[in-house]
């Protein structure tokens, strides 16, 4: 492990292998471990540089203070990739992690070469969504409730409840235990989620990328994950999309063979 200081803050690295740079950017609830299943196969091409975000393991964080935001995470990323010793990189993202990439694409795309957003995680606004709501999203109200009971000190009901949403019922359980374990070492971070403050995307966002991107989705992702990422992909310009097979948000780790196939074919095109 390595350590960059970024915006005031040590961000905690993996730099794995050779080859052009790959930075990788986890979701919610995770860190850089998360992607123990695919970096055999991507080290074999690339460098690999998986980033711990602001508050995520190897920190223990209490969930008090504001420094947990999107907003926050986008500048650290780019701050990071400013201060990383090859440029332009290969900037990868799953779910609230692809959306922090789309971020950082959409400000400085002179930093990178291609974008991999694996199912973004967030919401559309009406220019892409046309049974757009105004207010809170169902998915907030999820990441409330669950961060209200972690915030109580029930650890594993907290997680269960936000798993179940995003998975389907009994996704908490089914989960091997090293898997629920990573969960717990990041599960105050949800408490900070409640104040993300996490902008829908809009046409004007998604027409604004001009990086080369790869959009990778669960073919059998339930909820709003799909809907986002087929709509993205249809306003970025150019944007490939491939839809794995049998697996869900975490298809990378249920497929990663496949998964690495299509990373590495749209890289080195």
Not at 73 to 87: C, G, S
Request: hydrophobic share 40%; charged share 20%.
């Amino acid at each position: 492990m390595h350590s960059l200081p970024v915006n005031g803050f040590d961000m905690p690295y993996l730099d794995i292998g050779e080859g052009p740079p790959l930075v990788c950017v986890h979701g919610s609830l995770c860190d850089f471990r998360i992607w123990s299943a695919v970096l055999g196969p991507l080290t074999r091409r690339h460098r690999v540089i998986a980033v711990s975000l602001r508050h995520f393991f190897p920190a223990h964080w209490d969930g008090v203070g504001d420094t947990y935001s999107i907003a926050q995470h986008v500048d650290d990323v780019i701050a990071f990739i400013e201060k990383f010793d090859t440029r332009p990189v290969d900037l990868m993202g799953h779910s609230r992690g692809g959306h922090i990439c789309f971020r950082a694409a959409q400000r400085r795309p002179d930093l990178l070469r291609k974008l991999v957003l694996a199912e973004p995680g967030g919401e559309l606004d009406g220019t892409l969504d046309p049974d757009f709501q105004p207010g809170p999203s169902p998915l907030a109200a999820r990441i409330a409730a669950s961060a209200d009971v972690i915030a109580g000190g029930d650890i594993d009901g907290g997680l269960q409840i936000f798993l179940d949403a995003l998975e389907g019922p009994g996704a908490w359980k089914r989960l091997p235990a090293t898997s629920k374990q990573l969960l717990r070492d990041n599960a105050t971070t949800l408490i900070g989620q409640t104040r993300d403050q996490r902008p829908p995307f809009s046409k004007a966002d998604a027409e604004a990328i001009k990086t080369p991107t790869l959009f990778i989705g669960g073919a059998n992702t339930k909820g709003m994950l799909p809907k986002v990422l087929h709509a993205l992909a249809a306003n970025v310009k150019g944007a490939r999309t491939e839809m794995i097979p049998g697996t869900t948000h975490p298809m990378f780790e249920q497929a990663p063979q496949r998964y690495c196939e299509i990373v590495l074919e749209f890289l080195a095109a």
